[in-house]
């Protein structure tokens, strides 16, 4: 799997010189990736398309070939497949639709196309898929194009919840690692992928949406392997009876028993989200919040309403307001408005400007009752980015809520993303993506001490 | 009240040449928003700001002025509520802070200023509050600048709670209505603003954000007398026990128990939200979404993935899958592809365009046995707002889902958005917020016959 997923040369068969066909959208993502290996367009046309030799085939290609990205019509993919394994190509994936999904007839070019792979030893990803995007070899043979680069890893069943995951990231800043779209799972399956990222080094989180488990006993391996050590965060749908007879007619897969997954989930420390937001906001979360060291939250806000509605959420989920020493509030006191109030909410007020915090969180950073200082950004407050990430190694966990501040705001969620610093647009994703973070503190914490 | 909100002439007192300050923000947000009134800048060095000459005092204008914006310092605000008195101004928004947030001497400041005001009959928003926007007439005296129109108002304790809904409005090109800051209610308060807007024709929800209730009795009264006919939906905070001590520290109010406020929501109709997000999804939802006359939802999407995960929320919220009669299915098959499996959900697969949603509505809309179609847009797919815009007046409830769309979604959306097309940014969302729509129809119902 290794070759094929950090492939050094990649053929697309099926590329395109028509702008309009995804034959031609692959190939140009790959190469506006930034992809440093081989990339050998192949149409029987031969010719040339974005400055690159076409070959006719990939018997023709010169070189090694470690990866085929396929976008040819269902009905070739046999013979396409043939010429894949005798050029002896570890890996393909195919992303033209057309098998399984539609009906009898594609069930048996799947089918034959299968065989054939298994023949020849290719590890086949698809078909009907969304591709793979590696952004950390600038190799993006899906879309849409995403190049931001971070450690969240999405496979998923559904090409559009990865794609909306991908697009979050990369317009917050936090980029990804893998998506892998995991379309009819002909070979390679959720249990191979998940094996492979929670060893994968690029991969800090991996986040995955799936509608079933193939192989039940392998599934369960893998994770009792991982025991929670690499952090995963699954959205897995199908839970009603309507929704389990949708996902047999979506990926031809069985929904189980949803009872079966919470044990599993829970048996084995993996965190379960309920919305696509949520695989996002935990996800990244898990990526970015350091583990808090304790129950003790410090809330420090620009906008009073944004502080009391994290309060309640604090409260409500089980943590508590952390509670000031003297001299601390003296601290304080003497370096903010008298008009400030001093308590946990800290309210800043309207006016507070990235100085305001910078202040205050010097002052915080060295309080022992504080175990995570949850900073809110309640107005357009430019260089808030730079303020928080002089805090990031002070020992404290720092979460930042930015909200309401235009287009301040995502220029500096921006800026803090790419900086690793953990941003959420409400208070009350915030509040729940930490208690996540710290759930699993303690789920860590119970099971290996 | 109306010519406080609706005001024929403004006065911006505090005026200032200086970009940064809020008196210069202010006066620039009027202008750039359109107003058609006369707008009188007022500091006592005179001169010309923004092209318009600048007055020393109100009572140096020649002609009527209906509203004052105050953004003087607190000291000064005494004097210049005297002012306003003695021209006969009937309103004035305080956006200065330093009063009774403030401490001590900001109370004493905000009693006489309240005492002036009651004795020349001045209406009072604020003080430390963010303004007032009135879309409808061009009347930004807030900011962040949102000239927008629609038929949301907000009115809110918090003004970041209120940027961020103006915010997510204007980006999805629904527009609102008003925004008001209470700020701290020296005389206008909560019950005032329901009693107003729940009248207002351009009004056609009221959302707020609350965290105590001044005049409960005239509040309950208010909701009484609207009888559930104008949708309100209200986040009230303040409601765990920090959150209660940190609302009387924020805006001196008492929180009061919650469920007095669950008990009074149910009674008089009114949606309680529970997030920032819920706050602006139920009121867009009731805003624009056509309550459905009865449970049977029909489901369609070019992403088979959101297309469960619906599913799996239409069941969990107890509403139920329409079933397609014969004669639709039959249709349905000779208008698109044959691998497009016709069932509920019913999957257009990835290469949808917005011609095969059309062909495939254009049946549905025939149907009896739908009452609600989720269109569900999980793909770049230009042309979905066109196509839509055809099927809102057809009878049926039509809600829209735009996920991992990139770039054409946010063209897309804003589209639907200035057309009254309800979409939402997730399939969970999207679903949660039909419902509430849903559950106020049968309320309305039970309660009107």
């Not at 793979?132 to 931001?148: D, F, M, Q, R």
């Not at 999405?154 to 379309?183: D, H, K, M, N, P």
């Amino acid at each position: 799997m290794d070759r094929v997923l950090y492939p050094r040369s990649v053929a697309v068969i099926g590329a395109s010189a028509n702008p309009a066909k995804t034959g031609h959208i692959i190939l140009k993502n790959i190469i506006d990736a930034g992809y440093k290996g081989e990339i050998y367009p192949i149409n029987p046309k031969g010719g040339e398309i974005l400055g690159l030799k076409v070959y006719r085939s990939v018997l023709e290609v010169p070189g090694e070939i470690d990866l085929a990205v396929v976008v040819v019509p269902a009905r070739v993919v046999p013979s396409v497949m043939e010429e894949i394994g005798r050029k002896g190509i570890p890996g393909a994936v195919i992303i033209s639709g057309g098998f399984g999904e539609a009906g009898e007839e594609g069930a048996r070019l799947e089918e034959e196309v299968g065989k054939i792979a298994r023949q020849y030893n290719v590890r086949v990803i698809g078909p009907n898929c969304q591709g793979v995007n590696n952004t950390n070899i600038g190799l993006c043979a899906s879309w849409p194009l995403i190049k931001e680069n971070g450690p969240m890893t999405i496979v998923s069943q559904s090409g559009t919840v990865g794609a909306a995951f991908e697009g979050w990231a990369a317009e917050e800043g936090y980029g990804i690692s893998f998506f892998v779209g995991l379309g009819n799972r002909l070979d390679v399956d959720e249990t191979d992928l998940l094996s492979f990222f929670v060893r994968d080094e690029k991969t800090k989180v991996v986040a995955m949406y799936i509608e079933g488990v193939k192989r039940g006993p392998e599934f369960r391996r893998v994770l009792e392997e991982n025991g929670g050590r690499k952090p995963i965060v699954i959205l897995k749908s199908g839970r009603s009876p309507s929704g389990a007879r949708a996902v047999q007619s979506h990926t031809r897969s069985l929904a189980g028993r949803d009872e079966v997954f919470t044990g599993l989930f829970r048996q084995y420390g993996v965190v379960r989200a309920e919305t696509v937001e949520e695989l996002y906001d935990f996800s990244k979360a898990l990526a970015f919040v350091r583990p808090p060291s304790g129950p003790r939250v410090m809330i420090v806000s620009s906008s009073g309403g944004s502080a009391i509605i994290s309060v309640d959420m604090v409260e409500g989920l089980g943590m508590e307001l952390a509670q000031l020493p003297e001299w601390a509030k003296e601290e304080l006191r003497a370096r903010i408005p008298p008009y400030c109030i001093v308590s946990n909410p800290l309210d800043l007020t309207g006016d507070a400007d990235a100085e305001r915090y910078d202040r205050v969180l010097d002052v915080l950073k060295d309080v022992e009752g504080i175990d995570t200082i949850v900073t809110i950004f309640g107005d357009p407050i430019p260089g808030a980015a730079e303020v928080l990430e002089k805090y990031m190694d002070s020992g404290k966990t720092v979460i930042a809520v930015y909200i309401g501040g235009g287009e301040v705001q995502a220029e500096e969620v921006r800026k803090m993303g790419k900086r690793g610093i953990p941003v959420f647009p409400t208070p009350e994703r915030a509040i729940k993506a930490l208690k996540v973070v710290m759930d699993r503190a303690s789920w860590l914490k119970r099971r290996y001490g």
